[in-house]
């Protein structure tokens, strides 16, 4: 009896009915339920905003240490084994699965909003300012929660022979099986919760596409169609396993990436964006600390923190646990070294070249216009009117639609196979029963968040989940403070046995 074995699972059956009940509160009392996510969003903004600033620096510094300390030597898997994957596709899968369709949202609209809207003074130009706040947002700071999470679980994977789930990584320090269930539990939800924030903005600039191409207003209802064939389309990949479904799909993501990238590059001033890449990468690495700190001069001042920095890292966070547990699933035979380093490293230097180009090609079409009336202004159109001023508008204008699509077909086929691993008892590869449980009910609490953010006029699908994810990724934000010190503690009793 299929139905009964399910209630007998607390990992699917209690977070199912949480994300149920959360989805007819929002389907019936839509408005009351954005008003009660603001006053909680603003309540956690209160007390632990700056608690976020630095749980982000010490990951970053945390994991720097780890990866030059011996403890970077300790491979993931027998000493003898060669990694699962090569680099390339090591890194396509990693990247789809992290940044995804964030760096099309935000390719131009977050430089050029930098640019006009400075978060601090400062010596530099607005424009190096702009891609150097743009690359702390994007950069270490993201890839370093995913990375702390890929490393812990990947050690209690890979090493101590643990499985796939979260209470893997502390059972040695925490005994009591309700709490091991507990944190499995809030790892899910965060999960969800995570990926639906990401389908919502993702379907809705699909649909801002649309609507700039087409010239026509297709609304609400064409935005929940898109994440229903989303949502489809990665059920499908998902189900067919991650060498053949999402690893493909991975890698065609990231080659269209580099076309529509190299083609930006090659039709704009290469010379300036080259300079502003490198100027704003090293100031970055010089600044790097006083910023995650909002330190002195380098404090934006808490609207400005609210609107961007707390948002960015309660998004990473929320995305850190299936993000990471599906970086360790697909980095079997690395070193600690290499994972780390890689993590870090790799995607987020490409992320800076990334904003450069975009970036600083928008700034060069402001300033060839001699003025400024807010065309990058609308985040889920900024890159369809971008690519209005380059030969081929329309063909780049259906490839990022493409790219749109694939970027999110990844991150939700990645976090249902995550998923399906954490309920079908931590197996590396789940029942497929599993892969359609979840790819369900993250269509249908994707909806519900669509429809939160349609909730009043003066709302938008990015202002209801920046509120969300602020109070649902607390929970794990403290939570991962433990986990560090727990793996920490491990690994120390480890080598001390050994020598």
């Known amino acids: ?61 945390f994991l720097i240490i780890i ?68 690359f702390y947002q994007w950069g270490l700071t993201a890839w370093a929660f995913y990375g702390l999470f890929a490393m812990v679980v990947g050690y209690a994977l890979f090493v101590r022979k643990k499985k796939v789930r979260v209470s893997s990584t502390i059972e040695d320090s925490i005994s009591s099986p309700l709490a091991k269930k507990g944190i499995d539990i809030m790892t899910i939800i965060t999960t969800v919760f995570g990926l639906i924030a990401a389908i919502g903005l993702g379907t809705t600039q699909i649909n801002g596409g649309l609507n700039h191409i087409f010239d026509h207003d297709f609304g609400i209802g064409t935005t929940l169609l898109l994440a229903i064939l989303i949502s489809a389309i990665a059920f499908y990949s998902a189900w067919q396993g991650v060498n053949k ?29 080259l300079t502003a890449f490198g100027t704003a990468s090293l100031n970055y690495l010089i600044d790097f600390v006083p910023m995650s700190l909002a330190y002195g001069s380098y404090h934006p001042g808490m609207t400005f923190l609210t609107d961007w920095t707390f948002y960015y890292w309660a998004f990473w966070l929320a995305w850190a646990p299936f993000t990471g547990i599906f ?40 300033e060839d216009w001699g003025q400024y009336q807010n065309e990058f202004g609308h985040v889920f159109s900024s890159i369809f009117v971008f ?38 008892r931590g197996k590396k590869n789940p029942k497929k029963k599993h892969r359609l449980i979840w790819s369900a009910c993250i269509l249908l609490a994707t909806l519900a968040l669509i429809l939160l953010g349609n909730a009043k006029p003066d709302i938008d699908v990015l202002t209801a989940v920046q509120k969300l994810l602020i109070i649902t990724s607390l929970p794990f934000a403290l939570f991962m403070v433990y986990m560090a010190g727990a793996f920490v503690w491990e690994v120390s009793r480890k080598q001390k046995s050994l020598n």
């Open 1 to 61: 009896m299929p139905k009964i074995r399910h209630l007998k699972n607390p990992l699917l059956a209690l977070p199912i009915g949480f994300l149920v009940l959360f989805t007819l509160i929002v389907f019936f009392a839509t408005e009351k339920s954005y008003e009660f996510i603001e006053l909680a969003s603003i309540w956690v903004r209160n007390y632990f905003g700056f608690f976020y600033l630095y749980l982000g620096l010490g990951c970053v510094l």
């Open 67 to 134: 990866a030059l300390s011996p403890i970077g030597n300790i491979k993931l898997g027998k000493k003898e084994s060669s990694p699962e994957y090569s680099l390339w596709s090591w890194t396509a899968m990693l990247y789809s699965a992290g940044m995804g369709s964030g760096i099309l949202l935000r390719a131009v609209q977050e430089p050029v909003f930098m640019q006009q809207h400075p978060p601090f003074a400062s010596h530099l130009t607005p424009e190096i300012l702009a891609l150097e706040f743009t």
């Open 245 to 273: 479904g999402i690893k493909a799909i991975s890698r065609i993501n990231i080659l269209i990436t580099t076309l529509l990238l190299l083609f930006v590059f090659a039709m704009s001033d290469v010379s300036a964006i």
């Open 327 to 366: 970086i360790a699933r697909i980095s079997k035979g690395r070193t600690l070294r290499q994972l780390l380093l890689g993590v870090l490293i790799i995607p987020s230097f490409g992320t800076f070249f990334w904003f450069s180009v975009f970036g600083t090609s928008a700034f060069g079409l402001i």
């Open 387 to 424: 690519f209005e001023n380059y030969p081929m508008a329309t063909l780049l204008n259906l490839t990022t639609l493409l790219l749109l699509v694939g970027f999110l077909v990844t991150s939700v086929d990645s976090a249902v196979f995550v998923l399906s691993m954490f309920t079908d």
